[in-house]
């Protein structure tokens, strides 16, 4: 069993930039970010090979977001920059094990691993 604690949550003006964290008690092959608003969809953010070099985004953070990773700490790392108010959200880590391609990186379904969550608020 993977436990995932997520950290770094908390208030930003929109323009802004905020980091979360993410550690794992053990090292998986994918690590990544989902979030959810209220009222709507929980919905992919982003997630990043054991190497860190095959990250995939959704369109609404691409250029925005960067997802990275230390190993050594097993811990994924979310940075945010040019924050907006639609980026309010709870942002759930999600893990797993084993390869997955691009198309299924955005299925809830294929993480069995989710950390508790962690509040972003983007004040405009």
């Known amino acids: 069993q993977v436990q995932l604690v997520e950290s770094g949550g908390g208030l930003v003006e929109a323009g802004g930039s905020h980091k979360l964290s993410c550690t794992a008690t053990?090292?998986?092959?994918?690590m990544g970010w989902f979030r959810q608003a209220p009222g709507k969809e929980r919905e992919f953010v982003t997630n990043t090979n054991y190497n860190g070099d095959d990250p995939v985004y959704a369109d609404s953070v691409k250029g925005r977001f960067t997802i990275s990773r230390d190993n050594t700490k097993k811990t994924a790392y979310l940075q945010m920059n040019s924050l907006k108010p639609e980026d309010t959200a709870v942002y759930y880590c999600?893990?797993?094990?084993?390869?997955?391609?691009?198309?299924?990186?955005?299925?809830?379904?294929?993480?069995?691993?989710w950390g508790q969550g962690t509040q972003v608020t983007v004040s405009s």
């Open positions: 053990t090292a998986t092959s994918i």
């Open positions: 999600v893990a797993r094990f084993g390869r997955l391609s691009t198309q299924l990186s955005t299925a809830k379904e294929e993480y069995p691993y």
